[in-house]
């Protein structure tokens, strides 16, 4: 079973329709969703900010993060959630949205930069924890937070919009980025 098969099976379930169909279910799952965004990012953001030196310069980075991160981790637990509960309702026009590709494709690299920050240069928090200019990989780590979740974002409020569903005549590269099949009936 392909994974265009398996959105197209999942679309097809109760769960999906309902979810899709719902007056107040879809826009309610929506709403929670940004708002956990929102706890998130401003949690997300603070850090950031402090590990380019840029906020709360006279705060030890370990306070900062023990008193963001776990407020992090609950809008970002909640905010997977209703994303996965999201691309429920729609997983064949999320599929196929270049958008929600980039997305994935960036929420795998924060990840990916998470893991590299608190694996590495995190670990020996202790050593810099006070110093005014962090060290180099702590501030790279913070300005490709920034960027990743500002590009999550925008590609995220993206996948609203049409501009490359498959029903729609579209050049080439678009079929082959969407995974479309410009051959196939609608």
């Given at each position: ?34 708002l956990t965004l929102c ?44 994303g996965l509960l999201l ?100």
């Amino acid at each position: 079973m392909s994974l265009h098969n398996f959105c197209e099976w999942l679309a097809n379930t109760p769960g999906s329709i309902a979810l899709h169909e719902s007056l107040w279910g879809y826009p309610i799952v929506e709403s929670a969703h940004v708002l956990t965004l929102c706890l998130f990012l401003g949690m997300i953001v603070m850090l950031d900010l402090r590990l380019l030196s840029l906020t709360m310069r006279t705060v030890p980075v370990s306070q900062v993060a023990g008193r963001l991160l776990p407020w992090a981790r609950a809008g970002f637990a909640v905010m997977v959630i209703t994303g996965l509960l999201l691309f429920y309702a729609i997983p064949v026009r999320a599929f196929h949205s270049i958008f929600f590709r980039i997305k994935i494709v960036m929420l795998i690299l924060a990840g990916v930069n998470v893991w590299v920050f608190h694996s590495g240069v995190f670990r020996r928090v202790a050593e810099w924890d006070l110093n005014p200019i962090l060290p180099k990989r702590a501030r790279m780590a913070g300005a490709v937070s920034l960027v990743l979740w500002a590009s999550i974002v925008v590609a995220g409020r993206m996948i609203a919009y049409n501009w490359f569903d498959c029903d729609r005549p579209q050049p080439s590269i678009v079929n082959v980025l969407a995974g479309c099949d410009p051959s196939a009936p609608e």
